[in-house]
């Protein structure tokens, strides 16, 4: 099994973003869940069977008015879309390849993009609280174990993607 999980994330203005900063999200983001996938892709090829669990983002699908992140966002897009590729020319050799897309989860995440207090976006997500890191455990269990699940999304983000409320 493998989580792909490594990645960076920053919000910054579309306007703003040069060159190295979307550089620095598609080497780190997208080339690292591609070359790593790449590297143990062999091994579970020859075993016949094997798990692989990109992490997204609920914001590929959601996109949020006043958090400009389009560079982390495009990469974490792509990660989407290498999922479901990867699990069309694999799930024949019995590999698995999935995404879990979080909602806001509590992490040193939110003080690193300059979140004070992370519970205060709590209203986003329709549980009315953000995420714990277990919850994201729990998810990537039940994928790594479902053997008849492949190429899918899965959201962990308390109904964000659904709907808000006021």
């Known amino acids: ?35 790593t996938s790449q590297a143990v892709i062999p091994q579970m090829k020859r075993q016949q069977n094997g798990s692989i669990i990109n992490i997204g983002t609920v914001l590929v699908d959601h996109a949020l008015d006043g958090f400009p992140a389009t560079a982390p966002i495009t990469s974490k897009g792509a990660i989407h879309s290498l999922t479901r590729q990867l699990a069309a020319e ?11 897309a979080p909602g806001i989860i509590r992490s040193p995440l939110q003080d690193k993009i300059g979140v004070q207090d992370a519970d205060s976006l709590a209203g986003l997500h329709l549980l009315n609280r953000i995420g714990e890191t277990h919850e994201i455990a729990e998810a990537a269990y039940y994928i790594a174990s479902a053997s008849f699940v492949t190429g899918e999304t899965i959201n962990v983000a308390g109904g964000h993607t659904i709907g808000h409320a006021i």
């Open 90 to 100: 694999f799930g024949k050799e019995n590999i698995t390849v999935n995404t879990i």
């Open 1 to 35: 099994m493998l989580i792909n999980n490594a990645g960076v994330f920053a919000p910054k203005p579309f306007l703003e973003v040069e060159e190295t900063d979307l550089d620095h999200f598609w080497n780190v983001n997208l080339k690292g869940t591609y070359f």
